[in-house]
């Protein structure tokens, strides 16, 4: 049974923003293994959860199209950059991702309110909060590792988002690795 039909531009945008989700994902786990490699384990383990929740909202815009009897369009996941000379590059690398995805909800939400779009434009109210979140993250990690500068700063910090992870963890009554 057809959910409530939903225009080819609006549908097409949406699509192409779930791929751009996904591509997301594929790029923090990129930033969480360099995080890795540089002995920065809470900074990998932040990257990590942030690629988890980029593949959620893909599957929230996934869900839209089902819902409204659209078959989802799966791209190629292009390669992500992998080669950062310092945590503030890796920051300011999520910086522009995050504003390219703002970015694009902007576009999906352009494009709903033009086709008069309800259903897409509440969906999509929740990404502009979201994303005003998600840069307002990004700016604060970039001032927090820009002020990280002396001896030991960027290991603190990275012990202080360890600290933060679990506590979230606990106050959210998540289970997961703790080690």
């Known amino acids: 049974m057809p959910g409530i039909a939903i225009k080819s531009e609006v549908a097409s945008e949406i699509q192409r923003q779930f791929n751009h989700e996904l591509s997301a994902a594929h790029a923090y786990l990129t930033l969480a293994a360099w995080c890795d490699d540089q002995n920065l384990k809470g900074f990998a383990r932040f990257f990590s959860k942030q690629a988890a929740e ?16 659209v078959a989802p369009k799966f791209a190629a996941i292009p390669e992500p950059r992998s080669t950062f000379a310092s945590l503030l590059d890796v920051a300011q690398h999520a910086q522009a991702m995050e504003q390219a995805n703002t970015a694009g909800v902007n576009a999906c939400f352009e494009a709903a309110l033009r086709e008069g779009d309800y259903p ?9 909060n979201e994303q005003v979140e998600e840069e307002a993250w990004t700016d604060e990690l970039i001032d927090r590792v820009t002020r990280a500068n002396c001896a030991g700063g960027l290991s603190e910090l990275d012990r202080h988002v360890e600290r933060y992870l679990k ?3 606990i106050q959210a009554n998540v289970g997961g690795d703790e080690d």
């Open 54 to 69: 980029e593949r959620e909202h893909a599957q929230k815009f996934i869900d839209h199209l089902l819902d409204r009897a």
């Open 167 to 169: 506590e979230e963890g």
């Open 120 to 128: 897409a434009q509440v969906l999509l109210h929740w990404f502009i």
